[in-house]
């Protein structure tokens, strides 16, 4: 057990969605589920964040983006990918601009289906990740031993 | 012998009293808009959980001034505790927020940039009423060393009424509560991103983190301080002033920089010095 | 010995100044002025050595030829100034000229049997500091000169015509007139001297020759005229109120001699640019920068605080004492805020020296022990600290052929030594634990104890300071665009002033405890066991923070050690340059930083306008206070 699990800070990205999950994932912050409870708290800033909750499919026009927010998060971190859309780009797989899920860019760990994702579904997802980020955190610091 | 006792238990035991109050805070925070909060001992949690961190910066020599700006903070806090020249710690809490400052121009993005900015802004809003308020406890107690003032017999508020007032709003940007929070802004998805943290990461935000909770003890040592040798009424004081900023921050948006210089000059200049004038006069 | 060394600092520099206008060959020239400007320096530190602990010494040092010569030389630089100023078709300083001079021969020619003073010379503490400050930062600014105007002639401006002969003569004769106004008793030899400084600046500010400088010269020269016109009524008035022209007879009459005290003030006041008169110092700026720094912040400026702070014990506690106070209280907040606004370095530079020597103005007014002692400290620290700033400006302005601050982005890496000069010279204006601080805060002490309402000048001018330093600061210290260092092309003389005057900011400020044991208590509370006005535990706090400062520097990591380098965070939209994101439909947008001027509140003209006024305002009631059929 890590204070990783205690003090999970996410950032939040919309890739392409239609603002169905995003409404959702800052419904997760609100009164009625509050996850602030657990120490989650949603930073806007990766060099803060240790989740990256994203939303909607990975189109040509954001890949760098993704890339740059992923790149510039500090490590142990973990990728959530919220909603149908950023698990396998969805209804909109099809498009002609449009390369698929989060993770034709970067490596995805925890997947959260739905259309939209529920928040219960998503703080789940949440808490998968956590479980994720301790992983992580032991084979860096083996890493670091080893190195 | 007392002194550097109290100066030794700041050291200690000021950022796990700066920890108790923010969490505090955040609890009391979110209990006002609704919801449960997180558990009292969540910064502690946060920091901890900051050290496990990777390391990532923009330039090499950023994280230098973050270590002074921690290191004067404490410098500050052990001065204050030590019953030392009012006037030097608050020279000595220049010099950290201004290193502070330098951290943020030193991660070179626009939103540190316009953080740093802005924080030296907050500076300029809040210096001359903290400084008012030493000058102030001088014209009141007959010294300038925080050791003298809180003992001495008399409640410098008495004769301060004004300054008081002046410090409680000043406070409000010292403790970076809105509607003040301009340089760092407590929660995401504003313009500002995390303003002067921004570039900060990992352990190096957990410094600053640390700073944050070194502060709170003297900066509520300024309200102690106007209730002399009472110490009694100087906790309720304390404990009534951090709950009213509290409630100010909550009931405010933030407001922009110009207001927030005017404002806070105007107050300076009709609470704290108006005071100052007043005194001059009777005394 | 002490005499001779005096004769010799007053002597040498105006000999020196002679061989040196006769030197054709530059590079001979140049090494000249490194030989003379070393001579001065040691000259000046032997005679704080040999000055040891004695407290006042005075020397009669008659001499009939050399009086004569001061006679004839006023009417020679009279003439001058006149001759210019019909050249250029300027009336102002004309009407003063004749104004001044007639008097002056009347006074001289009807009274001029009378005129002799006891003791010519005299050397007291005080003196020492301010031949020190002249002669330690005024030879490195000499060497440093060497240098700077090579570069000046060679390669920056080609177009103005190389006087360099002419401009090391005035210079060295400044540096002669300087050591004569610390060192003389005799009022008429002060006044003397005090006109050869005004006429070394007026040429000087006018070297380039263009309209611009022309029209700042002659500016320069009237005010300084104005302020002589005051100095020389006050000398006259003294003359036939108490019949004698010694400064240490007159400091000793006491109340009885308030018009002259008033008069010498407002000729201080005028050297030191304070507020009705401070636009001369901002227009003096044109003039090649060692000349800025030399005349315009270290030493001549200091001139004016140095009248005022001798006659400050006469002013103590007087009506007259609070009106001086305002004045200095007016400018020090004015020009504090109005630097904010400004962009130009120089102007910035220029505008916190006026504020400076606004708030030694103010402790002279006030003119306690306390006040004084804080006033000297601030000469001391703000002549080096000034000067090392005002010549690192002048090889930036040289490397990036611009002042102005903006275009001062990623100096700590272009420009690292220069940049890191930069900053000690900065933190040394304002920061704890620097000099200046230490000095704010004695004045800050010196206030609440007489008059608290002045304190809020104080607090407010300080926060207004903080601000326009550290934003100059973050815009060096922020690194925008990776460049490359390159340092090139300054050289040695420049070099060896620049280090010398760090080493100086950050030795005076290590050894200021000493200073204030040795030089200035002495001086501010006589022989009497002195009250310390920092207890000792607040000056080793003070040294423990400048161990921690200097440990910053050395705590920079040098090598990698371990940290991932990634980039800014620009919402996700970098490419590959630092300063510029990734734009709709493809396009790459380039952004600069600009740092905040708030000339809405700060703005200069609106600000600058209110400083006039209400200084004009104080001025008028300050002489109308003084004048004995008023009272």
Redesign the interface.
Known sequence: MTYLAKSPWIIH?DATSCNGCDIEVLACLTPMYDVERFGVINTG???HADIFLITGSVNEQNI???E??Y??M?NPKVVVAIGICATSGGIFRECYNVLGGVDKVIPVDVYVPGCAARPEAIIDGVVKAIGVLEQKHTQMKKGAAVS | MVSIMMGLLYLFLGPLFGGLVTGLDRRITARMQGRFGPPILQPFYDILKLFEK????????Q??YV??YL??IV?TGV?FFMG??L??VI??L??AA?FF??A??????????IG??RE??Q???Y??MV??MA?GM??ATKS?YVGDIVTSPMMPILLLPGMFIGVTYVLTIKLRKSPFDLSTSHHGHQEL?KGIT??YSGPALALIEIAHLYEVPFIMGFVFLFFGSNWLLGFVACLAVYLLEILIDNTFARTKW?FM??AS?VVA?VFG?GN??I??LLG | MIQNIVLFLIGFPALAALVLAGVRNNNFRNRLVWVFGLIILVASVLLMFGFGSASLEVFPFHSKLLEKAMFYGEWIMSLLIFVLAIKHKKMAPIFLVVIQTTLLTWFELGHGHQLVAANNLFIDKLSIVMALIIGVIGSLICIYAVGYMKEFHENQHPEIKDRRALFFFILFFFLSAMFGIVFSNNLMWLFFFWEVTTLSSFLLIGYKQNEESINNAFRAVFMNLFGGVFFAMAIIYLFFTANTIELNQMLGLGGLVMLPVVFLSIAGMTKAAQMPFSSWLLGAMVAPTPVSALLHSSTMVKAGVYLLIRVAPLLSGTLAGLLVACVGAVTFIITSFIAISQSDAKKVLAYSTIANLGLIVMCSGIGTPTAIWAAILLVIFHAIAKGLLFLCVGVVEHKLHSRDIESMDNLIIKMPRLAWMLLVGMAGMF???FGM?ISK?AV??AL?DTN??L??VL??G???T??FW??W???I????QPEKRDESGINLSEWTALYALVTATIGVCLSFPIISRLMIEPFVFGSSTATTILTR??SL??II?MG?VIL?RF???KK???????????????VDQ?NAY?APLGATKS?I?K??YLS??FGEKNLANIGVATSWLIVILLIGSSLPWLV
């Open positions: 990205y800033n990766p060099k760098k983006v993704v740059n927010i790149n510039q500090p | 990777e390391q990532i910066v923009v330039r090499r020599s994280n230098v270590y002074f290191l004067f410098f001065l030392e020249d006037l030097l020279f000595s220049t010099l201004i400052v330098l943020g121009y030193k991660g070179g993005s626009p939103f540190s940039i740093a900015e030296l802004l500076m300029m809003a210096e001359p400084l008012m000058v001088y014209m300038f991103v921004t570039e110009q210089l005017v000059w200049a010095f100052i004038i005194l001059s | 920061l704890a634990p601080l805060w800050l002490k609440v608290p309402g304190s809020v607090i407010y300080s926060a207004a903080l601000f550290v934003k600061m973050g815009k210290l922020a690194v925008v535990g607040n706090i003070m923070m921690f910053f705590s920079l990591p990698d050690e371990g940290e991932r380098v990634v980039e800014t965070y620009l919402s996700g939209l970098n630092r990734s952004f930083y740092n905040y809405k509140y």
